[in-house]
């Protein structure tokens, strides 16, 4: 079995981009840990454990699904929290617009759906995660920053032509993520 995930990976503009934004974040002096620069990406179906035999299945709907939708441009900007203000665990970078991406979204889990994967029903909300809080130091500080200076966060725009299956080995230091399956979205005209 194998702990998988399938997900947008982000262009290196946009996670250094996303790394420089962590840099300030640093300066809070939160109790945190930042998520590695190569490893930002944009979670569109957390899968669980997987077995090795399905990993074909899972790419077929990947290549099914990717048939159906068109490439599309994304803007990572504004930073937020997980899961409300008063108890940040997550800090975040939001991704916008929603239409094209929720579209996708939603056909892979729907398809998913159909050969036994359950999804959490919570609502899809697009975001690259920066960093998960260990404890609650420094948060008045962190929603301040959040409030502020996070709103005008802006890590720039790329283009969505491909998703990708990830396998997810959790380490002490943080998990790590292997790309075993991408697959092309249909290109514009």
């Keep these: 079995m194998i702990r998988a995930f399938i997900a947008i990976s982000v262009p290196s503009h946009i996670s250094q981009r996303c790394q420089l934004i962590g840099d300030s974040l640093r300066e809070l002096n939160l ?27 899972i790419g077929k709907i990947m290549q099914e699904t990717g048939r159906e939708v068109v490439s599309f441009n994304l803007e990572v900007c504004k930073l937020g929290v997980f899961p409300n203000p008063s108890r940040p665990r997550i800090v975040w970078i939001g991704v916008h617009p929603v239409d094209s991406l929720g579209d996708l979204q939603k056909a892979l889990k729907e398809r998913m759906r159909q050969i036994g994967f359950t999804c959490d029903g919570k609502l899809f909300h697009p975001h690259l995660t920066l960093l998960r809080l260990r404890s609650i130091r420094n948060i008045a500080a962190l929603m301040e920053y959040v409030k502020e200076e996070g709103v005008g966060e802006q890590a720039g725009v790329f283009k969505v032509e491909e998703i990708h299956l990830y396998q997810s080995i959790l380490k002490v230091d943080g998990a790590e993520y292997y790309k075993l399956v991408t697959t092309r979205l249909e290109s514009e005209c």
Excluded: A, M
Excluded at 33 to 56: A, M, N, Y
């Design 31 to 57: 109790d945190c840990r930042f998520v590695k620069t190569r490893f930002i990406h944009l979670t569109l179906q957390f899968l669980g454990d997987v077995s090795e035999e399905k990993i074909p299945l």
